[in-house]
């Protein structure tokens, strides 16, 4: 059996989780990492993803996380998300929502740099639709 650690999922609204898991995916920004009891010490920015959280007793519970960051130590991981839902609360429109934004804010945009942010934003929320509402 694998080796338990402790998992904080926090969002401004809610701790989500706070339990001792066994695996943690997580949506980093440079790629999707899985985190493990012992992991070497890392902090990594999240970008907008689903985070797949396998509790100690091999449940498996799915967040969306809308960014942020993530501190892992061999002994637990602390993620901190601009925000986070469990997957079964999000529905299509809220997500819809989210995307309608940030495209107006797109036309919107006074720097370029902003612009670009922006639609970097915009094509993984557009994934994450995909992912989470698929067709």
Avoid: W
């Avoid at 993530?70 to 991981?77: N, S």
């Avoid at 929502?97 to 804010?105: H, P, S, Y």
């Amino acid at each position: 059996m694998a080796e338990a650690f402790n998992f904080e999922l926090v969002s401004p609204e809610r701790l989500l989780v706070s339990e001792k898991v066994t695996e943690v995916v997580i949506p980093a920004t440079l790629g999707e990492m899985t985190v493990l009891a012992n992991h070497a010490p890392t902090m990594t920015t999240i970008k907008p993803g689903v985070v797949s959280v396998k509790l100690a007793s091999g449940q498996v519970n799915k967040y969306v996380v809308f960014g942020g960051f993530a501190d892992i130590l061999p002994t637990g991981c602390t993620l901190l998300a601009e925000s986070a839902v469990p997957v079964s609360e999000l529905t299509h429109a809220t997500l819809q929502k989210r995307i309608d934004t940030i495209q107006a804010e797109i036309n919107h945009a006074q720097t370029d740099e902003h612009k670009t942010k922006l639609e970097q934003f915009l094509a993984e929320l557009t994934h994450l639709n995909g992912v989470v509402n698929p067709a």
